[in-house]
Structures are given as C-alpha cells and as structure tokens.
C-alpha cells in the first residue's frame, strides 16, 4: 500500500484572516500552524506578517487566490490566511525536560514524512498513553496540530507535548550527541522489535506507510528495527507501527 502525500483542507475553525487579524494574533504569540498568503502579492504589509510568521517559526504556504477565496468563511481575507494551531508546540528541550523532571529516560517519537493528519493524531494519543516524553515532527511535509489531528488524538494533544524542527537528521545528530539511541521502525528492518533494548533513552523514528523513512533520516538511525510479521500483508498502518513499537517500550521500561 502506498501512501500519497496528503494535504489535509483547512477548515473553518481555527482560521484567522486578514491582515490585521493576523497581524494581532502573530503579535499576541497565538500558535499558528500554517499561514496562506497569496502567489504574487509583495506590498509591504503582506511582507511584513509573513517575517514576522516566519520568525515565530510558522510555515509560509503561498497558493493561488482561488485557494484562498475558497477556504475565506469572511470572503475578505485581503490575500492572507492563517491556521491557529489547535495547540501550542513545544520544543525538543521541553520534551527532554519533561523526562528529566520525572526522572525517566527519554522516550521521543519521530515522524518523518506523516503527512496524514489521522495517523498523526493516532499516534499522539499511543505516545501519550504508552508514557512517551514527546512527539518530534518536521515543519514540512508532515500534518501539524491542526484541529483535525486534536480531535483523532482523543485530546491528547493537550497532554502531549509535540514539538517542530526544521530539519529531522539534524535533530536525530543532536540527539545521538545527547546520549539517546535512535531506532527506526522499518519494514527491512535487521534487529527485531523483541531483541532491541529500549530500557535506555531512545527515540523511535516512525515513517510514512508507502516510503517509509527517507533516506538521511534512516542513515541517521542506531538501529533498524522490524516488526514480526506472520500474515500475509507485509505492512502495518504507520500508526499502529508506532503503538506497537512504544508498547514494547513500555513493556522493557516497565
């Protein structure tokens, strides 16, 4: 089964629009998860919220003013847009905090490339209730807590901390510099989920289901794990991998 990427259609709720709107929500520090801004529109204004969304770290989508006029509830959005998180994101030294306040290990999840806002949600609410510290997704390519994803994480979201980077081998580097092992679920994987020990501070690399991880983000790995699989399908739903995978976790750790 091969998984397409997926760009999840705003929705009404959570959409901020215009430009003073949007200018007031940036300037209050609301969490914004994507702001759409219209193709080939430069005047000042317009430049000025979107390095300012940049700044905050907001993903700048530029789109057709169709687009636009097609996801406006107002039908005055003056060429900008913006999707308010359904949550605020935290940062990797917030998850890693969290773990050391409770005195566990770090137990991270990574999603490379979940750009199904379904599957991100399911596996926030796994990562929540298997004890993990974190969720880690990329700024692109990927669902971001939209409200879509709050509600398939059962309100998990609210507990969860998930945090954006701008680039996952990168943060996978640091990580290993850290001391925290790097385990990449995957298909072809050359350890077995039950023989990898992940009793120590680890971080769990979850990819999409057609590609799975990409290729940097793999090399960046400790290890390759497999889940056993005895049917006849050869693949697992990215978010039931990831259950799976965290449970063992639990299971170890426990």
């Known amino acids: 089964m091969r998984e397409h990427y997926y760009e999840e259609k705003p929705g009404s709720e959570g959409l901020i629009e ?24 430069n005047d000042h204004t317009l430049g000025r919220i979107i390095a300012q969304a940049k700044k905050a770290g ?7 003013r169709r687009k ?20 605020a994101y935290a940062s990797v ?5 969290r ?14 490339q979940i750009s199904d806002p379904h599957n991100l949600g399911a596996i926030i609410r796994s990562a929540e209730c298997a004890g993990a510290h974190g969720v880690v997704i990329p700024k692109r390519r990927s669902a971001g807590l939209t409200a879509v994803v709050a509600k398939t994480s059962a309100g998990a979201v609210s507990y969860m901390p998930v945090a954006r980077v701008p680039n996952l081998p990168a943060l996978l580097k640091d ?4 001391g925290i092992w790097v385990f990449g679920a995957a298909a072809g994987g050359t350890v077995s989920l039950y023989e990898a020990d992940l009793r120590s501070p680890a971080a769990i690399v979850i990819g999409s289901e057609g590609d799975g991880m990409g290729r940097l983000v793999e090399e960046s790995c400790d290890f390759l794990v497999s889940i056993p699989m005895k049917g006849s ?15 063992e976790a639990l299971r170890q750790r426990s």
């Open 175 to 178: 990580l290993k510099k850290r």
């Open 93 to 97: 030294e917030d998850i890693l905090q």
């Open 99 to 112: 773990a050391a306040s409770k005195g566990e290990p770090p137990l991270l999840v990574v999603c490379d």
């Open 68 to 87: 636009l006029d097609a996801m406006s509830e107002t039908h005055s959005h003056q060429g900008v847009i913006a999707q308010a998180a359904a949550q």
């Open 58 to 64: 907001t993903v700048v989508v530029e789109c057709d």
């Open 233 to 247: 399908i050869s693949s697992l739903n990215a978010s039931a991998a990831a259950a799976i995978v965290l449970y």
């Open 18 to 41: 215009g430009r003073n709107a949007v200018t007031e929500a940036l300037r209050a520090g609301t969490a914004i998860d994507k702001l759409y801004v219209s193709r080939g529109e």
